[in-house]
C-alpha cells in the first residue's frame, strides 16, 4: 500500500505539473516576436484573450483586440513597414512637433525612431493595475540633438485594464540642462463600421481651427460632428471624454485624455492619401488627444505626464438610457 500510495502521490504532482506548464504555455501574456518586414514587436495578452500590438519602430501600437478578437483599431491596407517611412494606422506618436506647426519635419520624429523596451522603469502611479502592460522608452539620439537640441526621455506605456481597456501613459523627462518646449498628439485610428455611420459627440459650442483652411479659427455649432465629406479640425480647450457613436454596431468609443487640453478630429474622404488604401476611409476616424495651441513646457529635471484612454461601451450606456439590470463600465 505504501508504494502504491508513493506512486499516486507522484502521479499526481506529475500531471499538476504538466497543467500549470501547459497553462503558461497556453497563456503568454508577453510575446517579442518579428512583425511585418522583420520589425520586432511586442503582443501584449489578458488572461480573457485581448490584445494589443506595438512595434518598436515607432513605438507605435498596431493593433487592439477585444475578447471576441474583433479589432478595434484600423491600419492603412497600403501602410509601409520599412523605416524610416511612418507606419500609417493604429497609433502614432507625433513628438516633438504637431503637424508643421515648428521648423521640424512633419510630426517631429518619435514615430520614425526604434524605441527600447524597459524593464525596470521608474514608478508609474496608476489608478488602476495592470498584468498586461509594456513599457517602452526613446532617448535623445547625436542625430536627434542635431535637429532638435534638448536631450529627453520619452517613456510609454501601453495597458490593458481589467475592462478591456487600452490606455498609453506618455511621460517626457527633461534630461537637459535648460527648459524646453514641444507640442504632441496621439493619433489612433479608430474603427468603425462605416465613417457615413457614426457621430463624434462632446465638442458643441467649441472653437477649433479647420486645418483645411490655414487654422482660420471657426466655432462648432453643431451638436455633433458628421461626416460626409473630408474633415480636419483642431477643437481647442476640450473636454476629457469625447465619444464615437457608432449607430451600426450600436456601440461607443469613449476617448479620455488627462495632461492634453486639446483633441483633434480628422478624416480623409477620397482625398488621395499615398498610403492610404482607396476606400481605407470608410473603416476609420481619428480622435487625437493633442497639446498644441499652447506647447508644453518641460523644466530640466522635470516630466510630463499626458494619458490617453479607450474604451467601448454600449451606446445605451454612454446616453444614459441603458436598462439598469445590466451593467455599465464605469470609467473616469
Known sequence: MGNMGNLGSVI????????????????????????????????????????????????????W?????????????????????????????????YSN???????????????????????????TSSHAFIDLILRSSDDD????????????????????????????KNSDTKPFNFTFALHPYFAVSNISEIQVEGLHKLDYLDQQ???????????????????DRLYLSTPDNIRIVDHKKKKTLVVHKEGQVDSIVWNPWDKKVSDLGVDDFKRFVTVESAAVEKPITVNPGQEWKGILQMYVVPSSCASGKHDPKKSCIHHP
Do not use: C
Open 213 to 231: 483652411k490655414n487654422r482660420t479659427r471657426f466655432t462648432d455649432h453643431e451638436k455633433v460632428i458628421t461626416f460626409n465629406a473630408q474633415l
Open 12 to 63: 499526481f504532482f506529475w500531471a499538476l505539473l504538466v497543467a500549470v506548464v501547459a497553462m503558461a504555455t497556453e497563456h503568454r501574456p508577453i510575446e517579442r516576436t518579428k512583425g511585418i518586414n522583420g520589425l520586432d514587436k511586442i503582443i501584449v495578452r489578458d488572461h480573457r484573450g485581448r490584445s494589443f500590438e506595438v512595434y518598436l519602430y515607432g513605438g507605435q501600437v498596431t493593433s
Open 145 to 172: 540633438l542635431k535637429i532638435w537640441p534638448h536631450k529627453f526621455e520619452y517613456r510609454l506605456r501601453v495597458a490593458l485594464g481589467h475592462d478591456g481597456d487600452l490606455t498609453l501613459t506618455s511621460r517626457v
Open 101 to 127: 506647426t515648428g521648423p521640424l519635419p512633419s510630426h517631429g520624429f518619435a514615430r520614425q525612431r526604434f524605441w527600447e523596451v524597459e524593464a525596470n522603469p521608474p514608478p508609474l502611479p496608476s489608478k
Open 65 to 97: 483586440k477585444n475578447e471576441k478578437g474583433e479589432e478595434l483599431l484600423v491600419m492603412s491596407s497600403k501602410a509601409i513597414f520599412n523605416p524610416p517611412t511612418p507606419i500609417r494606422g493604429g497609433i502614432p506618436i507625433l513628438f516633438p512637433q
